[in-house]
C-alpha cells in the first residue's frame, strides 16, 4: 500500500516556468511534510518542509502548499532554471516513529 | 551544518566477496542512523534503523545476515554486505538525525556498489 503518491512521474519545463508537483496522502497521522531534491548519482538533500497547522511555506523560489482536508500537498518551483533539473521526492512522517515515507519521486527536467 | 559523509563514493567487488560501506556524521552527534538502498530511478527502500549502541532494526524482507550494520558511535554506523552477489549491486545511502530534531534526517552522498 503506497501511502504517498506523487505526480506527475516525470515533467518537463521551459527555463522560466512554473514546476509543480503533487503529492497525496493517506495516513492523518502524519505531521511532517519534507521535500527532497537528488541529484544523479548523489544522495537526497532536504529542500523545504512544512508541518500541517500551516497552509504553505515559502524559501526563495520554492513553496509547499498544503491542504489537510484534502490531504494533498505541492511543491512549486518558480522561475525554474536548469539548474533545478532533478528528481523531486516528497515524503511525510509522524512523531511516531518520525521516519518518512517517500513518494516515488518526480524527475523534472528544465530545458534553457 | 547537519553534514553527512559516506565512504566510499563507489566500490567494485567480486561475487562472494564482502564490502564495507561507512557513514558518518561530521559536524553533529547521529543518535539514529539510517541505511537506504534505491535502485534506478526508482524511491528510496529503508532497509533498517541504527540507534548508537543498539542492534539495528531491520526491515521486512532485508536479510539482517547479508547486511551487517553496526552504530557503535554517536558519528559512524557501517553497512556490510557480506557474500556479495550482482543482484546486491545498488546504489546505498545513509542517512542520520540527531536528537535535537527528530523529523529532519540528513543523507549522505551515496555509495555505489557494483558486483562483478
Known amino acids: 500500500q503506497q501511502q504517498v503518491k506523487q505526480s506527475p512521474q516525470s515533467l518537463i519545463v521551459q527555463k522560466g516556468g512554473i514546476s509543480i508537483i503533487n503529492c497525496a496522502y493517506e495516513n492523518t497521522a502524519f505531521d511532517y511534510f519534507p521535500w527532497y531534491q537528488q541529484f544523479p548519482g548523489k544522495g537526497p538533500a532536504l529542500l523545504i518542509a512544512?508541518?500541517?497547522?500551516?497552509s504553505e511555506k515559502k524559501e526563495g523560489r520554492f513553496t509547499i502548499s498544503f491542504n489537510k482536508s484534502a490531504k494533498q500537498f505541492s511543491l512549486h518551483i518558480m522561475d525554474s532554471q536548469p539548474g533545478d533539473s532533478a528528481t523531486y521526492f516528497c515524503?511525510?512522517?509522524?512523531?511516531?516513529?518520525?521516519?518518512?515515507?517517500f513518494g516515488r519521486g518526480t524527475s523534472l527536467i528544465v530545458h534553457p | 551544518g547537519a553534514v553527512v559523509s559516506q565512504h566510499p563514493s563507489w566500490v567494485i567487488c567480486k561475487s562472494g566477496t564482502s564490502v564495507k560501506i561507512e557513514c558518518r556524521s561530521l559536524?553533529?552527534?547521529?543518535?539514529?542512523m539510517f541505511w537506504y538502498r534505491q535502485f534506478p530511478k526508482q524511491s528510496l527502500m529503508l532497509m533498517a534503523t541504527s540507534n548508537e549502541g543498539s542492534k539495528a532494526t531491520y526491515e521486512q524482507g532485508v536479510e539482517k545476515d547479508k547486511f551487517l550494520i553496526n552504530h557503535a558511535s554517536l558519528t559512524l554506523s557501517t553497512l556490510t554486505v557480506t557474500s556479495a552477489h550482482p543482484e546486491d549491486s545498488s546504489f546505498y545511502i545513509c542517512s542520520a538525525r540527531s536528537q535535537a530534531g527528530l523529523y529532519e534526517q540528513y543523507f549522505g552522498p551515496g555509495t555505489r556498489l557494483t558486483v562483478t
Open positions: 559536524d553533529f552527534q547521529a543518535t539514529t
Open positions: 515524503a511525510a512522517s509522524s512523531g511516531g516513529s518520525y521516519i518518512p515515507t
Open positions: 512544512i508541518r500541517p497547522d500551516v
